[in-house]
């Protein structure tokens, strides 16, 4: 009975291979001109933002150079017055006007001699006294004073 069963019509028809429509193809197509798009403006937006931080880079380097240019202009201006020169003449030029008189301060010779003079008794030792061998040794390998004993 199990073949009776099975009757002709009960048999499973190949199955048909399903075409696609124009309107399918025509959404295919639409969808991948839409991906190809937003590839290129995610792309085009990246390379905008880089764009758009350089430019905020080479403002900045302006506005700072603008700012430099008008202090240099000033100093310019200031330097090429009669007031730098006369500045100039006086500090460094120790220049003078008609009718001033110069005056350039000398230290104290009442200082000096007693620095200076040494007194009769007390030989001048011209020259260190020399060190032993193993004090230059010892300044040689370790760069500084060697230990009292």
Excluded at 69 to 81: D, G, H, K, M, P
């Amino acid at each position: 009975m199990a073949a009776d069963q099975t009757s002709p019509n009960m048999r499973r028809a190949p199955r048909r291979i399903r075409q696609l429509s124009g309107v399918q193809i025509v959404f295919a197509v639409i969808l991948t001109v839409a991906l190809m798009l937003a590839v290129s403006f995610s792309g085009r937006i990246t390379a905008s933002r880089e764009l758009n931080r350089i430019h905020d880079k080479i403002v900045q380097e302006i506005d700072l150079l603008k700012t430099e240019q008008s202090e240099l202009l000033a100093r310019l201006e200031y330097v090429n017055s009669d007031a730098f020169v006369e500045a100039w003449a006086r500090s460094e030029g120790k220049m003078i006007r008609e009718n001033e008189v110069l005056i350039i301060p000398k230290p104290s010779t009442t200082l000096l001699q007693t620095v200076v003079t040494p007194e009769a008794n007390v030989p001048i030792q011209t020259s260190l006294p020399e060190p032993e061998k193993w004090e230059l040794w010892w300044q040689l390998f370790f760069d500084n004073e060697p230990p009292d004993f």
